[in-house]
């Protein structure tokens, strides 16, 4: 089935199309995007594998993130969608709902005041697009121990003050 060849001229005849292709065939624009992403990692897949392969994440890291530089929350935005979809996909539908309630969170937190940014993305869940051998743990830890390092720069770098004498 041709996607947009009767889709009309224009935003609104694709629309339109894209919402009848999902109300009649529900699943057939995930499959869409799911086959263009498989083509897009491995051009030999054609055909091959799952049906509904959990590639969301992966696709993104891979062949979106390494050629597109995005910036953080919109990198953030389809981090939290590929990584639910993905476990969607794999059948979890209550890890997929974690990672975009955690999400929810953290933006009310930030928006609402109830945290400063740094604060609030620590509600998250989602995974850094890098691709690194570090595992979360680590990359945390390092994090931790640098900030500790300035903390006590800073504290040293103070100048000491010495108690005033008075002299009588």
Do not use: C
């Amino acid at each position: 089935m041709e996607l947009f060849g009767s889709a009309g001229r224009g935003a609104i005849g694709l629309s339109s199309k894209l919402e009848r292709v999902a109300a009649r065939r529900p699943g057939k624009l995930l499959q869409f995007t799911l086959d263009a992403m498989q083509r897009s990692l491995t051009p030999d897949s054609e055909g091959k594998g799952d049906r509904r392969p959990p590639i969301m994440f992966q696709y993104l890291q891979q062949a979106l993130g390494s050629r597109h530089r995005l910036d953080g929350r919109n990198q953030k935005e389809l981090a939290t969608i590929a990584l639910a979809s993905d476990h969607i996909l794999r059948g979890n539908l209550e890890r997929g709902l974690d990672v975009l309630a955690q999400r929810f969170k953290r933006i009310e937190a930030q928006a609402t005041g109830v945290m400063d940014g740094a604060t609030a993305e620590r509600l998250e869940i989602t995974p850094r697009l890098e691709v690194s051998s570090l595992s979360p743990e680590e990359r945390e830890e390092a994090v931790d121990l640098e900030r500790r390092w300035q903390r006590y720069q800073r504290r040293d770098a103070r100048p000491s003050r010495s108690p005033s004498r008075a002299h009588h």
